[in-house]
């Protein structure tokens, strides 16, 4: 980025702020990629200047439901699923081309998907590691165990077909302003940039206060009563799901405030590795705060 692009950049995200533009932000957690029931949720979010007020928590039937609201909304949806598989296993099974991995959402069942990187622990090896995983120090989207990562990835990447003619994916197509644009996000590595947990209902009270303190003072955080409502279970428990779709929501949200993501898909971001976004074209960028 240019110093001259860097300050229009900068004069845009300050008058964005003093204007108080209103965006509707979307979180989601994608954990029913396999079986939705109780599984898949969704965080609206409104941010207006430098405060994102959580407005509401809803949980999806069906998988269909989460492309319905992709589709009706254009608006940014920070997706919590992988969007891409490692550099490696991309040349080994896709011709190096994330186009291509798409393009085959359905030339393979569920089985016969897993069966094609073997039985991966974790991600502990790097061939089975994105640049963009070892920076939010995650697991591999191709891991079986101990939790099945590449389930999400199967049906994320259904997901992303379906969607892609009416959608921007970042940042893997071009920019389009009509539709919603879709964001890769990781809502493990906020709770722990935050210090706090998701099955603690105090969470919602701390939440505000400990972004400031850990993030950004200057960004304000709020969350309404429907939508505290909409993480708990029938005992009264935050479910833990829903909790995480919050935090898509946030790390969206505050990307957009603070790197203006959304207009400017060309250039690095601040938070990015050099390595990451080398690689990003085919394995694609985690979205985080910092």
């Known amino acids: 980025m240019t110093l001259l692009t860097g300050h229009r950049r900068a004069i ?17 957690d994608f954990s029913g990629a396999k ?6 949720f969704v965080t609206r979010g409104k941010l207006i200047g430098n405060e994102l007020s959580i407005e509401e928590v809803i949980s999806c039937e ?77 697991k591999s989207p191709i891991s079986a165990t101990p939790i099945a990562m590449n389930g999400m990835l199967y049906g994320g990447r259904k997901l992303l077909f379906n969607l892609q003619k009416e959608v921007s994916i970042y940042p893997f197509t071009s920019y389009k302003k009509e ?67 919050i935090m898509a929501c946030i790390v969206m949200a505050y990307c957009i405030f603070k790197y203006d993501i959304d207009n400017n898909w060309e250039g690095c971001p601040s938070f990015a590795t050099e390595q990451e976004w080398d690689h990003s074209s085919q394995e694609g960028l985690i979205l985080r705060v910092k």
């Not at 919603?180 to 099955?199: A, D, G, I, M, Q």
């Open 62 to 138: 069906d998988r269909l439901d989460l492309l319905y609201l992709i589709k009706k909304t254009s608006a940014p949806w920070g997706l919590d699923f992988p969007f891409a598989i490692p550099m490696h296993h991309l040349q080994s099974h896709y011709s190096s081309s994330w186009a291509t991995f798409i393009q085959e959402a359905y030339s393979d069942t569920r089985e016969q998907f897993k069966s094609r990187f073997g039985t991966v622990h974790s991600g502990k090896s790097d061939i089975d590691l994105r640049e963009t995983d070892i920076a939010v120090n995650g």
């Open 179 to 245: 539709g919603s644009h879709l964001y890769e996000v990781y809502p493990s590595h906020l709770w722990k940039t935050l210090h706090l947990k998701s099955n603690d209902a105090a969470t919602f009270e701390a939440m505000n206060a400990n972004f400031k303190t850990q993030i950004d003072k200057s960004f304000n955080l709020s969350i309404t009563p429907q939508a505290i409502q909409g993480t708990l279970n029938a005992n009264g428990e935050p479910n833990l799901h829903g909790m995480d779709s």
């Open 35 to 40: 079986n939705p029931e109780g599984k898949i």
């Open 12 to 28: 845009r995200l300050e008058t964005n702020r003093l204007k108080g533009e209103n965006m509707d932000i979307y979180g989601c």
